[in-house]
């Protein structure tokens, strides 16, 4: 749904926030320089705010889609009234960013203040170095970074530094944008040290209490933080936005398609992978987005056109919120220059036809989903499902069918602050309001569980084989 990327940190977690559909001509704003450590007045932070109002409220299609107007407002009314002199960018985050992420729009809210960390671990920062996966309140501990080797994997948190886990959960969640409540889990997993101490302002040591696995009881333990050495040799190599691998006891192949972007790329990507699929006469093909946050919607356009038996569209229909800051990212879009501010310009959405018959992939195709497919990759499942595609497997998508996107980027005048909203109206085909529900559902693969969704997809071609 359009180019909505943020690239953000341990050190740095690729989270595409993500949408449909970049125009043409775009700007992206330059990120301003600021002093960090930069007191700020109360009128300063009061325009920032109101100017950030402004902008969600002038160019989102409909801000107030999953809140009520009367409730933002009166919270929007509370936070400005707890702005004071001498507070610095952290400050007005912390007040401000909940309030953005209330709105209930996974693709507008205010973005991590990336430079107050950078700052933190290069001065030597030790950060909370267990990884974990959230589940409701749960989270249970996958990974450590650093020297922590406590016996914690596989446990739960119970307690950090003396506060519930279940407190934690409740605080840094606010700060997480997102529709589906199991999308913003999965996010704040992924970005849970930087948010614990931009919210906390806490550093290592930790004292950690934790479930022990199979109820034998609890273990409570100080671990050091994770430094920027650690969180270097941590860090595994980033993985490539696109990649396959075939197996041949399967006559299947798996295409990891982790990211929407560099569609110049991804097409010469296609063309080599189907060529491949036709000389070692791949039958199945499993296309795996479990880990794909979106990007450019046209990238799913150039896949599903190797796959799909008839012309296909993934938006039915596009409306655009027109504004002045809107006008000022398309200048040579007539249609809308002509069109009135604060109208809705809407429009069908294109159909794409298939590739002739020689070229199309021919056998059998699954579609792997998760809590944390969204944005583009969301819509690319609810187009492939509606279409029959083939079977979808895995959980239901963080993104929505009927959803908001298309970034518009902004800095607030006086912190810098980057923020970012929706300009666009996405509507998928299909049935429902929620995400893409799967075929077969599975849970998200960990440690512990294995890969139930592949395995569940591997089941089936088995299964395949047997009744023929």
Not at 244 to 257: C, Q
């Amino acid at each position: 749904m359009g180019c909505a990327v943020w690239r953000l940190g341990l050190m740095m977690v690729v989270l595409a926030l993500l949408a449909a559909g970049c125009g043409t001509g775009t700007v992206t704003p330059t990120e301003p320089t600021v002093d960090l450590e930069t007191r700020f007045s109360q009128e300063e932070l009061v325009e920032d705010l109101a100017y950030l109002w402004d902008g969600l409220e002038s160019v989102h299609p409909d801000l107030y889609a999953f809140r009520d107007q009367a409730d933002a407002e009166h919270t929007y009314n509370e936070v400005k009234a707890a702005l004071e002199d001498n507070m610095q960018r952290l400050d007005f985050y912390r007040l401000v960013a909940p309030l953005v992420a209330s709105l209930g729009d996974g693709h507008t809210g205010l973005r991590l203040p990336d430079q107050e960390w950078r700052k933190f671990l290069e001065g030597g920062g030790q950060v909370f170095p267990l990884r974990l996966d959230i589940d409701r309140q749960t989270g249970a501990i996958v990974d450590c970074i650093g020297d922590c080797g406590h016996g914690l994997a596989g446990s739960a948190v119970q307690s950090i530094n003396g506060h519930s886990f279940a407190e934690v959960y409740e605080t840094l969640l606010k700060y997480v944008s997102g529709e589906r409540t199991a999308f913003r889990e999965t996010v704040l997993g992924r970005r849970f040290s930087q948010l614990l101490w931009t919210v906390y302002g806490w550093e290592g040591p930790f004292v950690v209490e934790a479930a022990i696995k199979d109820g034998e009881g609890t273990l409570t333990a100080t671990i050091p933080g994770a430094d920027i050495q650690d969180i270097r040799a941590f860090q595994p190599e980033t993985p490539e936005l696109y990649a396959y691998r075939i197996l041949e006891s399967h006559d299947a192949a798996v295409l990891e398609f982790r990211s929407f972007v560099d569609r110049d790329q991804f097409q010469s990507f296609l063309a080599a992978m189907f060529e491949d699929f036709e000389q070692q006469a791949v039958e199945h093909l499993i296309i795996d987005i479990r880990d794909n946050g979106g990007g450019h919607s046209a990238l799913g356009d150039d896949l599903l056109a190797y796959i799909a038996t008839e012309p296909f569209r993934q938006f039915e229909q596009v409306d655009v919120k027109v504004s002045e800051r809107i006008r000022e990212r398309y200048p040579r879009w007539a249609q809308l220059q002509r069109t009135e501010t604060g109208e809705i310009l809407s429009m069908p959405g294109d159909y794409t036809d298939p590739r002739s018959e020689g070229q199309r992939f021919s056998g059998e195709t699954y579609l792997l989903t998760s809590s944390f497919t969204f944005s583009s990759a969301a819509s690319f499942a609810a187009a492939f499902k509606h279409y029959g595609m083939g079977t979808v497997i895995g959980e239901e998508t963080g993104g929505l069918r009927i959803t908001f996107g298309d970034l518009y980027r902004f800095y607030l005048p006086h912190t810098g602050l980057p923020a970012a909203v929706s300009h666009k109206r996405f509507v998928s085909p299909g049935r429902g309001q929620g995400g893409i529900v799967p075929h077969r559902y599975a849970p998200r693969s960990d440690a512990q569980k294995g890969d139930p969704a592949l395995e569940k997809a591997l089941e089936m071609i088995e299964q395949g084989r047997d009744d023929s």
